[in-house]
């Protein structure tokens, strides 16, 4: 079974410039999230799909970053324009469901994209 | 705001050695998963806990789960290099966001 894949792996812009990632799901997950991981810290969440719908993207700095899932498959996560703390590791991640009832369904995780800022 | 904590942060030990980190939270989760990371790759998923005071066993790899659902650790036996990496804990809570947090993690180094 193929895993998540990303692309690009590596992107150095400078600030103000736009960029954008984009995340292939395992086949026939329905459920699809974009995570941030600053250099020493854990991912944090910034937008999770179900299909092609936004379930939760409390925690997307709207103003500068934007994401869609057209058909429920493929997502693309876009940042426009790009402030040196942006620097970053973006992970897609993918699940078959959310979950079942309250336990977390497991989740598959991309490589990651490493964004750096100048 | 629910928070997680994990700790120790950073921990540098030598082969054969054995080692717990330590994951809590002041709300009770509804599950809580740990995840490891290696350089370079996304974190991959250890094991799901579920029901309080739980303990699931993965080869030299021991979890436990809080009987109050509040904390959770996890032990490892004579530590191999192979065990470096950061560890994560990510919980869900039954009230508030339902999506998963993660931890800041331990980062872990086990020397040859």
């Known amino acids: 079974e193929a895993g998540v894949a990303q692309s690009p792996r590596y992107k150095i812009i400078e600030k103000r410039q736009s960029v954008a990632f984009w995340c292939n799901p395992i086949?026939?997950?329905?459920?699809l999230y974009w995570y941030q991981q600053i250099l020493g810290q854990g991912p944090k969440l910034l937008i999770q799909?179900?299909?092609?719908?936004?379930?939760?993207d409390s925690q997307l700095p709207k103003d500068r970053f934007s994401a869609e899932r057209l058909k429920g498959v493929d997502s693309t996560l876009k940042i426009q324009p790009a402030k040196l703390e942006d620097s970053a590791v973006y992970l897609c991640?993918?699940?078959?469901?959310?979950?079942?009832?309250?336990?977390?369904?497991?989740?598959?995780f991309g490589p990651g994209t490493r964004l750096t800022v100048t | 705001t629910q928070l997680l904590e994990q700790s120790p942060q950073f921990l540098s030990i030598q082969e054969g050695e054995n080692l717990t980190v330590y994951c809590n939270s002041s709300?009770?989760?509804?599950?809580l998963q740990w995840y490891r990371q290696e350089p370079g790759e996304g974190p991959v998923l250890l094991v799901t806990?579920?029901?309080?005071?739980e303990v699931k066993k993965l080869k030299r790899l021991t979890f436990q789960f809080g009987d109050a659902r509040k904390d959770s650790s996890l032990h490892i036996t004579a530590a191999q290099p192979g065990d470096t990496g950061l560890y994560l804990c990510a919980g869900a809570w039954n009230t508030g966001r339902r999506a998963l947090t993660f931890g800041s993690g331990t980062r872990l180094q086990v020397q040859p």
């Open positions: 991640a993918s699940s078959s469901q959310f979950s079942i009832g309250l336990i977390s369904y497991e989740q598959y």
């Open positions: 709300s009770v989760f509804s599950s």
């Open positions: 086949s026939g997950h329905a459920t």
């Open positions: 799909f179900q299909n092609n719908g936004v379930v939760d």
């Open positions: 806990v579920v029901t309080g005071g």
